[in-house]
Every structure is written in C-alpha cells, then in structure tokens.
C-alpha cells in the first residue's frame, strides 16, 4: 500500500489538481528541496501527494543504501502509487518529480493508455543526461510521452543547462521554463538576484498555471 505524505491548499478552495510527486535518485520524499517545493505548490493551488519508491523506503527503515535501480524498473511503482492516489482524489491529476522522479513520470505515460484525469507530466529538474557526459542525451522519455510535459530546469544545470539545450529540438508536447541561475536543485548562487525558495515558487506557479491550462482545453 503505498503512503502518501499530503500537502494541499489551506483553506476550503478547492485544489485546481493533484500532483503525485515523486523523489529524486538521492533524496527522500521529505527532503529540503520536496518539502519546500510542496509548500509552495499547496500555495499556489495544488494538492501535492509524495510517495517514495521501495528502495528509499528501505534506507529509511535501515536497510543499506544501495543505488536506485534503473529509472524503467520503478515505473510499476510509480503506477501503483498513481493508482492509489486516483482512488483517493477527484480531478485532474498531474505526475512528476524531482530528476529522475520525473524521467520515471515521463516513461510511464509512453507506456499503455492512462485515464483521462491524468493530465500531464511535471519535470522539476530533468536529467537530460548523467552529470559530465554531456553526449549520453536522455530524450526517449520525452519524445515518447502521450501527455504534455513542463520541465521547470535551472539554467545551469549540471544535468541540462541553457547552453547545452540551446541547439536541440524538443517535441512540440514538451516546454521548458528556465530558473534564473538554478542548478539541480533549482538554486541560484549566493551572488545572483535569484533566490531558492523564488525559483521554487516560480515553479511551483508554473505547475498550477499548467494544470489550469490543460484542464481548460
């Protein structure tokens, strides 16, 4: 049975979706970047169901820190955690992650027919390929995503920058919004005018923006 850590809106208005968000390689479902990405979701309009896959469960539990298997291996998980989470839930449901969470989002929706409520894919940080092998291009999960998929990616990302991305063509389903000086995490330096938590927020804005255009077409 998976377990969900909620985040949602305060108040009685209505989430526009939920967002079933999934961890990165490394990091837990509670981590700083998760929990402070949830909070600024849940403040621009959407419920935020985290869920970790059972290799990060075990860590927490104690069991050894292994490397995540790979990310076409967890995507039954990530099918069972969108399960449970649509018989929780009313409405349109998007489903993402962090880095690889969300590269398992995208394999999952190339995959065999989705219902209808799932919307489309949030990418927050995507691993367009393994850090310092530049030519290793990670695209098939994009190119064969059936939803429309937002990758909010800092601009120098060591796993995707601006620079890197600038002469590649991405499918007409897939938008990039870029972070002012974000890294992996979507942080800027200490020097930039960007902030952390106004590259979060942004995206987290972007996300709700997303789901309220999808559910108005």
């Given at each position: 049975?998976?377990?969900f850590l ?8 209505p989430a526009?979706a ?9 990091g837990?479902?509670?981590?700083g970047f998760?929990n402070r990405?949830?909070?600024?979701a849940?403040?621009a309009?959407?419920?935020v ?6 290799y ?31 018989a929780q ?8 992650g962090?880095s690889?969470?969300?590269?398992v ?9 989705l ?9 927050l ?9 530049p030519?290793?291009w ?18 120098r ?37 960007a902030?952390w ?5 942004r995206a ?14």
């Amino acid at each position: 049975m998976t377990e969900f850590l909620w985040t949602r809106p305060e108040g009685d208005t209505p989430a526009v979706a939920t967002l079933l968000l999934a961890h990165g390689a490394g990091g837990t479902m509670d981590s700083g970047f998760m929990n402070r990405f949830a909070g600024h979701a849940a403040a621009a309009g959407l419920a935020v169901a985290r869920f970790e896959f059972a290799y990060m469960a075990a860590r927490r539990n104690g069991g050894p820190k292994k490397p995540p298997p790979k990310a076409e291996l967890l995507v039954s998980e990530y099918q069972a955690a969108l399960q449970a989470v649509l018989a929780q839930t009313d409405g349109p449901v998007l489903i993402g992650g962090k880095s690889m969470g969300g590269r398992v989002a995208a394999i999952l929706t190339a995959g065999g027919s989705l219902p209808k409520r799932v919307a489309g894919v949030v990418c927050l940080g995507y691993p367009f390929h393994p850090q310092g092998k530049p030519d290793d291009w990670r695209m098939a999960p994009l190119e064969g995503a059936r939803r429309p998929v937002l990758i909010a990616q800092g601009d120098r990302d060591g796993f995707g920058s601006a620079a890197e991305l600038a002469d590649k063509a991405l499918p007409e389903h897939v938008r990039i919004d870029w972070l002012e000086d974000g890294n992996h995490d979507l942080a800027p330096r200490g020097a930039s005018p960007a902030t952390w938590d106004g590259n979060l927020a942004r995206a987290a804005s972007m996300a709700a923006e997303f789901a309220r255009q999808l559910s108005a077409a």
